[in-house]
């Protein structure tokens, strides 16, 4: 029972059903620890989460193939400074890590560099240099190297980083390799130069350029058969999918313009025109589709195309004669290799701006990103 205190005035420690309660002061005292512990706990949360964030667009290397001293320069992603350069053989050209990060791979050739349409008598191949480089990307070193073909050049790895999908360049076949084992798994006969290759992150179909007569090649991996081929002409060099694998975006460098296709019905959409003087080689998609990214050859840039416009939104200054560009881990940076300025441009892909340029060997070529975070 309550007992009731002066003049009928019940005592203030009970409640009217006669259970003990704590002054106001106290339980607003209490509140506002409890509000202040939850907002010290969101903060922590919010702090961690930017911490991993941060440590996943930064924990990674760039490669670079340097096609001409036939070695590998490697950037800290953090410093954006060269940590390593090691050799690993005749012209080294495409290079991609597997999906964890945990080996890098690289195509080496003894073709000698020439012109197209040049007499390939006047300087004979060395094929015994033809192979596809391995490496450790912890010890930044060449470990192994298997042969797969003739000329190999550009590769793009399988949607489940089983198996490397090569183009020889004068055999006119696209190789599939084992990355176990380094064994062949099969061969696809496309047509005259095939050159780019990527796979189509949602169903892991493969389309190969074929620079001589203007095709890309879709290829079903599984069943090792060409599927469709497209026409695109202007010589294509390379290619990349949307995220969602509803579109490719085929650079021709001697049309000047990127290719759209549907990667569903296999049809050519529309043709994107660059700017004057562009040579079209690397592709990238940015993170949310709403990008392409496209180096210029001796146009010296990067073209930034808007996908829902179809349309260049601008280009941004890079160095001489941009080839290879990947994107960093956040996706808000752009690496390109500069095959004639022999260095790589850092660009800011929010201020459309070139942070920098780090040096690196005889002829970049390729730029491959090796994400530790995974």
């Known amino acids: 029972m309550v007992e009731p205190g002066p003049a009928g005035i019940t005592d203030p420690g009970y409640n009217a059903s006669g259970e003990r309660r704590l002054p106001g002061g106290w339980t607003r005292c209490i509140w506002q620890r409890m509000k202040f512990k939850l907002s010290a706990i969101n903060c922590i949360v919010a702090i961690s989460l930017a911490l991993a964030v941060c440590a996943e667009a930064q924990n990674y290397f760039v490669y670079v193939s340097n096609e001409r001293s036939g070695d ?5 992603g953090t410093t954006d400074a060269v940590v390593a350069t090691f050799k690993v053989g005749k012209r080294p050209r495409g290079i991609h890590a597997t999906p964890d990060g945990q080996r890098v791979f690289v195509t080496l050739s003894g073709s000698p560099r020439m ?21 450790d990307p912890v010890a930044h070193k060449l470990v192994d190297r298997w042969h797969v073909g003739s000329d190999p050049e550009q590769f793009a790895i399988s949607k489940d980083g089983r198996f490397a999908i090569i183009a020889n ?8 390799v ?21 796979v189509n992150p949602r169903n892991g179909e493969v389309y190969v350029t074929c620079e001589e007569k203007g095709e890309v090649f879709a290829i079903d991996p599984d069943q090792q058969r060409v599927i469709a081929k497209i026409d ?6 390379s290619v990349a999918f949307s995220a969602d694998g509803s579109r490719a975006y085929v650079a021709c460098e001697n049309g000047g313009y990127v290719a759209v296709i549907d990667a569903r019905s296999h049809k050519l959409l529309s043709k994107i025109q660059l700017p004057t003087g562009s040579l079209p080689m690397g592709t990238a998609v940015s ?3 709403k990008e ?12 930034v195309i808007d996908t829902e416009k179809n349309e260049v939104a601008t280009t941004i200054p890079v160095g001489n004669r941009a080839w290879g560009i990947a994107l960093d881990p ?17 660009v800011d892909l929010k201020s459309r701006k070139e942070l920098g340029r780090i040096k690196a060997g005889d002829g970049p070529w390729g730029i491959a990103i090796v994400n530790l975070a995974k």
């Open 287 to 289: 993170k949310d589709g």
């Open 115 to 135: 012109a197209p349409g040049v007499d390939e008598n006047r300087a004979p191949a060395d094929k015994s240099a033809d192979g596809l480089g391995v490496i």
């Open 292 to 303: 392409i990214y496209v180096s210029t050859g001796r146009g010296n840039a990067v073209a």
């Open 169 to 176: 360049e004068d055999d006119a076949s696209a190789l599939i």
């Open 72 to 76: 590998v320069t490697v950037i800290d």
């Open 178 to 198: 084992d990355l176990g084992s380094g064994q062949s798994h099969g061969k696809i006969k496309v047509s005259e130069e095939p050159e780019g290759v990527s």
């Open 330 to 346: 956040s996706g808000s940076k752009l690496y390109t290799a500069n095959g004639a300025s022999n260095d790589v441009s850092v």
């Open 232 to 237: 695109t002409g202007g010589r294509p060099r």
